[in-house]
């Protein structure tokens, strides 16, 4: 059919406003629109990255339509043509109330020490409602369940108001299947399989579940407690690492608006709370380039000479919630990512060697803490293949949000510090380096070097804007010189599922692919300070993280001076023995095993 | 983490497979699934619910949600003969918890119980749609009406 589809309208009124809107459209979105701002508790809309939660089933939202004898609730109910919506009379607010009070009836009231107290949707409904009092409270029952630690995440059911999110990021966006609804009625609860512990289950600890929680059922593992010690003690050098999306983010914890950079003040930030070496992951990402992109360049030369068992497509390794997630779910692949560790963990083993050596400090007198915008990093962090006798390569990983809650305790005015510069030489980074914090990010760094090296040309542009965007799966192909590389990326782990089915399947066209385990990359981590379900939060850090690339003098990796003196002071060649030994891993099988009893 | 092993006899695993693919593994029959398979084993041990979830290619803790958010589904091996008492609201109102408390006292089980000789396991559920004969109890296949506490001797004797 030729020409656009004109869309079906419908004219409705909402609060004695009229409005039109397509077929379809929600009382809600309808109303948001013209900003009347109905609330909602279970819903969530990311809008761009195609991420809803409509379960319908708090009942905040419902608003009045005339001739419906029940309340409606907004965030289902599809708009009907003269439809007369009203979302504030008595009865609906009486009956938004009624909800919030039984909710509230069976929810801890421990907010003063709740970990998410002051950024919890929950607490702000309470508040924007005036709830005073819970009428029946003291015959009230309340469910109480076991708590559940993980290496990254804490579970408390008990402040589960079923609202269902993260079943949703952890199932429909994720595909990982660790958390299901549960139970039924009272008992009713968001757990892993037989309400095991989440590190029996195949959770990747991406903590999307834990970014979108409206309240402190799922949280993280803090250490800063663990990082405050380590700076007290005298006998300890602290290093610091921070990664590139943390910069991007740090500041909406301080009130200001996203997307606005805060490198300099965040330098300044860990120099105040006492880090003897501020330094930067994105040395370690320009480092990691340098392994990952000789690895997809050896591979591909294997490729092109025929080898079949050249493991392409390469795949990206950054990301620690997508090692887990191919190490439980695509365990027979596991020989096709790259063997490349992430930057937090060559730097870790860089600082407690390289560094360590050139300082004079012994590895078990050096604490390494590395600021992530992930909850991932904190499990990674505790592999033990990435310790020697016992001593891990990084200490502490803590989460941009924990970094903003040491800043407030230590009593640093964030908003008014200096810009400092990262100390040398772990501290200096190329454009290359920082965009590993979006979605396309890393592959876009490994491209600008690997043409240098595959061609032997210079690049005559740096920007590669087919790699950039938000849209889940995308593809490009780069000219080098001639050979047409084909590039797959992938941001939500249930997108990369289906560039891996293809992998598998051997239908994959790709000469690499990007996978970042959370929606947007990095910059959307399950430590990042929470969106609350604003996505243009994501779309404004994506931008800082490209106007940061933009201002660096030097943009590609392979020209970074002090990965350069590295490799000659200390590793040698790229991929050659020592830095093999260093900067590279394996990966395990993971996947849940039926032992057949003979 | 290690990975986690699950151990079943190879039977077992040919008999869940078996009704997995009569349904053609297809995940939105999972309730048909399990009902087919609680009916061979009796109950739905977690060792049954990873089989089933590795077969049918989904997440466990999705079988697990669907198991325990239905009544009918049992983790625990029901008795030889499984009583149920309905405590649906006409029941409850013409005292069907009475006769519930005279088959816990009798048979010396709660809820969700079963008699160690495994003859007899107790439960409760929600309407059976037989509220004429309010207050129902269901043994096996057969059911009974108008129960009074009194009743409840000579109903267990029936199976003596």
């Known amino acids: 059919m030729r020409g656009r589809m004109t869309m079906e309208t419908i004219k409705l009124t909402i609060d004695n406003k009229q409005i039109e809107v397509e077929k379809g459209t929600t009382i809600l979105s309808a109303a948001r629109r013209m900003g009347i701002d109905i609330p909602t508790l279970c819903h969530m809309k990311l809008e761009d990255l195609n991420i809803e939660n409509k379960p319908g089933g708090c009942r905040i939202c419902v608003v009045e339509v005339q001739g419906r004898r029940n309340l409606s609730p907004a965030c289902i109910t599809k708009c009907d043509e003269g439809a007369v919506v009203r979302t504030h009379t008595p009865r609906v607010m009486n009956a938004r109330r009624t909800v919030m009070e039984f909710i509230l009836s069976d929810h801890p009231k421990d907010c003063l020490i709740c970990p998410k107290s002051g950024n919890c949707d929950l607490q702000d409904m309470a508040i924007r409602l005036g709830i005073r009092e819970i009428p029946g409270q003291e015959i009230a029952e309340m469910s109480t369940y076991r708590k559940d630690t993980s290496p990254s995440i804490i579970r408390d ?96 914890e301080f009130g200001m608006k996203p997307g606005t950079l805060v490198t300099g003040k965040l330098v300044s930030a860990l120099k105040e709370l006492g880090f003897d070496y501020v330094f930067d992951t994105d040395f370690a990402a320009d480092l990691t380039i340098m392994e990952e992109g000789t690895e997809l360049l050896t591979r591909l030369g294997k490729f092109l000479n025929g080898d079949r068992d050249a493991n392409i497509p390469i795949l990206t390794s950054c990301c620690p919630g997508w090692v887990n997630f191919f190490e439980h779910n695509f365990p027979d692949l596991k020989d096709v990512p790259s063997t490349a560790k992430s930057p937090q963990q060559m730097f870790g083993a860089i600082a407690k060697s390289y560094f360590a050596e050139k300082i004079n400090v012994s590895r078990k007198d050096m604490v390494v803490v590395s600021i992530m915008p992930c909850l991932a990093k904190k499990y990674e962090s505790q592999r033990p293949e990435f310790s020697v006798d016992g001593n891990p390569d990084v200490d502490f990983s803590i989460s941009t949000r924990e970094l903003a809650h040491f800043i407030r305790q230590a009593n640093i005015d964030f908003n008014n510090l200096p810009d400092a510069d990262f100390d040398r030489p772990l501290g200096e980074s190329t454009g290359a380096g920082v965009i590993f914090g979006n979605t396309g990010g890393v592959i876009e760094a490994a491209v600008r070097t690997a043409y240098e090296l595959f061609t032997g040309k210079k690049l005559s542009r740096l920007d590669f804007d087919e790699l950039r965007g938000m849209e889940g799966v995308r593809q490009a192909t780069i000219d080098f010189d001639g050979f047409p590389l084909n590039i797959g990326i992938a941001h939500g782990l249930g997108n990369a599922r289906k560039l891996l089915d293809e992998v598998r399947a051997g239908r994959s066209k790709f000469h690499a692919i990007e996978v970042m385990a959370c929606p947007g990359g990095c910059i959307g981590g399950g430590g990042q300070p929470l969106h609350h379900g604003d996505s243009s939060i994501l779309k404004a850090r994506a931008r800082a993280i490209y106007e940061e690339d933009k201002n660096k003098p030097i943009r590609v990796s392979h020209e970074n001076p002090y990965i350069i003196q590295l490799y000659k002071e200390f590793l040698g060649e790229p991929n050659a023995e020592k830095a093999h030994h260093l900067l590279h891993t394996y990966y395990f099988d993971k996947k849940a095993k039926i032992i057949v009893k003979q | 983490m290690s990975s986690i092993k699950i151990e079943l006899r190879k039977e077992d695993v040919d008999k869940i497979n078996e009704i997995c693919d009569s349904f053609d593994n297809e995940p939105l029959e999972l309730i048909n699934i399990l009902h087919k398979t609680q009916e061979h084993f009796g109950y739905l041990p977690a060792e049954i619910q990873e089989a089933t979830a590795s077969k049918l290619n989904i997440p466990v803790a999705q079988v697990y949600g669907v198991v325990t958010f239905y009544s009918f589904f049992t983790m625990t091996p029901r008795g030889r003969h499984p009583i149920s008492i309905c405590m649906g609201t006409a029941c409850y109102v013409r005292g069907a918890e009475k006769v519930l408390d005279e088959f816990k006292k009798e048979l010396a089980i709660q809820v969700g119980q079963t008699t160690a000789d495994g003859k007899f396991s107790l439960s409760s559920l929600r309407c059976v749609g037989a509220c004429g004969l309010a207050p129902v109890v269901l043994i096996g296949e057969k059911t009974y009406g108008r129960v009074a506490p009194d009743d409840v001797q000579d109903i267990l004797k029936e199976y003596q």
């Open chain 1, 157 to 252: 059911p008990d402040k589960c108001i079923m609202c269902r999110r993260c079943e949703m990021m952890c199932n429909e966006v994720q595909t990982v299947g660790a958390l299901s609804a549960v139970n039924r009625g009272f008992m009713a609860v968001v757990a892993p399989a037989f309400e095991q512990n989440l590190e029996y289950s195949p959770c990747t600890y991406c903590g999307q579940c834990v970014a979108v929680c409206p309240t402190g059922a799922l949280t993280e593992v803090d250490h800063t407690g663990d990082v405050l010690r380590a700076i007290a003690d005298p006998s300890k050098t602290v290093v610091v690492q921070t990664a590139p999306a943390v910069r991007a983010a740090l500041g909406e």
